[in-house]
């Protein structure tokens, strides 16, 4: 995938603030830490394209990035992070559901879940979400680079059972690291296109 632009456009908390709907939406969620904006970064081939920081709970809003005038990455606040205010986390519950169910150009969700831990309760939560509203998801196991290969398959499997997974949906394992699974993640972005 040649990538020749990849921008962010704008933050937004409410409808309002969203960019106005131009390209189709693929929305990237998943546990504070798990690696999204170093997923995102490594997909678009950028350093610092989503700012990555070592405290989690940092992204606060919905952050909307043009992908070569094809598709709009949205990154949505990072979930289960206990150093949060219950009001916050509320709030940020509040948005990401209203996204979630009236954006219609939003063509599917990216979710990201550790691919050395069983999925958290707040993963499966996510996971009953989008499948209640009839979202197509991509579920990207990061961080594989951190397991074994003879591993994986005992993992990823761990995952499925876990999250209930529907054999409609894709499972990715991926690594920022060593770049393994970003042409699986594009070819999986694109059919949901």
Do not use: C
Not at 55 to 78: A, R, S
Not at 102 to 119: A, F, N, S, T, Y
């Amino acid at each position: 995938m040649k990538i020749y632009k990849a921008d962010f456009i704008t933050s937004g908390v409410n409808p309002e603030h969203y960019p106005e709907p131009m390209l189709p939406e693929v929305a990237l969620a998943g546990r504070s830490n798990v690696g999204k904006s170093s997923f995102i970064n490594k997909l678009v081939q950028r350093k610092a394209l989503a700012r990555t920081s070592s405290k989690p709970g940092k992204t606060q809003t919905l952050n909307f990035f043009n992908i070569n005038d094809e598709v709009m990455f949205v990154d949505v606040p990072g979930y289960g992070y206990a150093k949060v205010s219950k009001t916050e986390r509320e709030a940020w519950g509040k948005m990401m559901e209203k996204y979630f169910t009236q954006r219609e150009i939003l063509k599917g969700v990216v979710q990201l879940v550790d691919i050395r831990h069983d999925p958290s309760a707040d993963d499966v939560t996510m996971y009953d979400f989008l499948k209640y509203y009839d979202l197509p998801v991509i579920v990207v196991a990061t961080k594989l680079d951190k397991i074994k290969k003879s591993q994986r398959d005992k993992h990823i499997a761990a995952i499925k059972r876990k999250l209930q997974f529907d054999g409609q949906d894709t499972l990715i394992p991926f690594s920022s690291e060593t770049g393994e699974g970003v042409d699986a993640a594009w070819e999986a972005i694109y059919r949901l296109l």
